[in-house]
């Protein structure tokens, strides 16, 4: 369990704050945050905060806290706050030079925290590193797939590289300088999806790099987020508040705002409204006309996969036509 040190040890590690939002994570928060005490750090504090939630995680953490008092701290909402609020409350209690993004229905694997401050410690351009996550199936805890084996190959850059690739790996991988948060931390006008544009504002400050190694498990159940139109308004709400507040960056969000259409468009065709879809394809393609093609080119992927042939044809030669175009352009 927790590494039992002197204060002269402890000392020699910078603070890590292992930021734990939680809500109704009763079958869940004891076994993540004994994965974060069998951590092999020995100066960290985990702040748990509490979203009024309506099973026995308010008590569980409790519990913990009068077993690790100068380890965990606890915050109980009275109400429910949405989720950038309690994150809010969260930062504002964590006092580490790098903060560990996390929660509470998540895993740390050995050696995740030790890996990403030795990173950072070495790295003093870098605001935000991250690694490779077990993603599992909670039922079953079978793996279902390694995060940036499948979903999205890793990369490292600058905050340009969010807005171009999106999304790139799981909350529960990120570690950050706490010197990097924005003024007001999460974006307040964002009140669920704010993560994303958290790390932007983040990454604009520094670089990002990647651990190749897999330091944490993430779990999907019936209780994750899924995609609906609250999502995707505050999707596009973010790629505008990049747009007022970082002029430099937004000549790269087309690029996500092109792939998000083409995602709306799948959603679309899925419910067999033929109507959307094609209105959210020609909004993509609007969107990214003066790009390359590579996004249409997913599109095409995901319609062959739905057996959606007579789709593919018009698109195929749409797309054709685009790539004559600017090779035309280019000549």
């Known amino acids: 369990m927790y590494m039992n040190v002197t204060s002269t040890q402890t000392s020699s590690y910078p603070k890590v704050s292992v930021f734990v939002p939680t809500y109704n994570h009763e079958w869940f928060?004891?076994?993540?945050?004994?994965?974060?005490?069998?951590?092999?750090?020995?100066?960290?504090?985990?702040?748990?905060?509490?979203d009024a939630s309506n099973d026995r995680t308010p008590e569980i953490l409790k519990n913990y806290k009068?077993?690790?008092?100068?380890?965990?701290?606890?915050?109980?909402?009275?109400?429910?706050?949405?989720?950038?609020?309690?994150?809010?409350?969260?930062?504002?209690?964590?006092?580490?030079?790098?903060?560990a993004l996390f929660a509470g229905d998540d895993l740390m694997l050995p050696?995740?925290?030790?890996?990403q401050v030795e990173l950072l410690e070495h790295m003093p351009s870098c605001v935000l590193c991250y690694h490779n996550?077990?993603?599992?199936?909670?039922?079953?805890?079978?793996t279902l797939y390694y995060y940036n084996n499948f979903k999205v190959k890793p990369y490292e850059g600058s905050a340009d590289?969010?807005?171009k690739h999106q999304v790139f790996?799981?909350?529960?991988?990120?570690?950050?300088?706490?010197?990097?948060?924005?003024?007001?931390?999460?974006?307040e006008e964002i009140s669920t999806v704010s993560d994303w544009l958290f790390f932007i504002?983040?990454?604009?400050?520094?670089?990002?790099?990647?651990?190749?190694?897999?330091?944490?498990?993430?779990?999907?159940?019936?209780?994750s987020i899924t995609y609906s139109n609250k999502y995707y308004k505050e999707v596009h709400d973010s790629f505008n508040i990049i747009r007022r507040k970082y002029p430099k960056l937004a000549k790269y969000i087309y690029i996500s705002e092109g792939a998000i259409y083409f995602q709306q468009a799948g959603d679309r065709l899925?419910?067999?409204?033929?109507?959307?879809?094609?209105?959210?394809?020609?909004?993509?393609?609007?969107n990214r006309y003066r790009l390359t093609i590579s996004i249409p080119l997913v599109l095409l992927k995901f319609l062959r996969k739905l057996g959606c042939l007579f789709i593919i044809d018009k698109i195929v030669k749409k797309v054709f036509s685009l790539r004559n175009s600017l090779r035309d352009s280019k000549g």
Do not use: W
């Not at 050696?111 to 890996?115: A, D, H």
């Not at 504002?201 to 209780?223: F, P, Q, S």
């Not at 899925?270 to 609007?286: I, L, N, P, R, S």
């Open 270 to 286: 899925k419910e067999g409204d033929m109507e959307g879809f094609y209105e959210f394809v020609y909004k993509a393609f609007k």
């Open 201 to 223: 504002e983040v990454a604009n400050k520094g670089e990002i790099r990647y651990i190749n190694e897999t330091l944490a498990r993430y779990r999907r159940h019936k209780g």
């Open 66 to 99: 009068e077993l690790y008092p100068q380890v965990i701290k606890v915050i109980l909402n009275k109400t429910n706050l949405g989720v950038t609020k309690n994150c809010n409350n969260l930062l504002a209690q964590c006092e580490g030079k790098y903060i």
């Open 111 to 115: 050696g995740k925290l030790k890996k």
């Open 29 to 50: 928060i004891a076994d993540c945050l004994d994965s974060i005490l069998a951590q092999n750090y020995p100066n960290l504090e985990i702040v748990c905060g509490d």
């Open 169 to 187: 790996t799981g909350p529960p991988s990120i570690m950050i300088r706490s010197s990097a948060i924005p003024q007001g931390g999460y974006n």
């Open 161 to 163: 590289l969010l807005l």
């Open 133 to 142: 996550l077990d993603v599992f199936d909670s039922l079953t805890n079978k």
